[in-house]
């Protein structure tokens, strides 16, 4: 049996579920999110995630 043990908040915006333990940028590059987009998970994300922003970046890539 597998679980996931990281924070989760449902996103309206995009119809899923996200993992709050990251930041709101990196959420947003992951669902791409337009720039300006009124999050409505806005204060539920980390500060500071274990991600550098060259790693973000390369997951925004593959996209």
Same mark, same amino acid.
């Given at each position: 049996?597998?679980?996931?043990?990281? $924070?989760?908040?449902? @996103?309206?915006?995009?119809?899923?579920?996200?993992?709050?333990?990251?930041?709101?940028? !990196?959420?947003? /590059?992951?669902?791409?999110?337009? $720039?300006?987009?009124? @999050?409505?998970?806005?204060?539920?994300?980390?500060?500071?995630?274990?991600?550098?922003? !060259?790693?973000? /970046?390369?997951?925004?890539?593959?996209?």
């Amino acid at each position: 049996m597998s679980y996931i043990d990281s $924070p989760m908040g449902i @996103c309206e915006a995009e119809h899923t579920i996200v993992l709050t333990d990251q930041t709101q940028r !990196e959420c947003a /590059l992951e669902h791409g999110c337009p $720039p300006g987009r009124n @999050c409505p998970l806005d204060g539920c994300f980390a500060r500071v995630s274990g991600l550098s922003e !060259e790693q973000v /970046l390369a997951l925004a890539a593959r996209k």
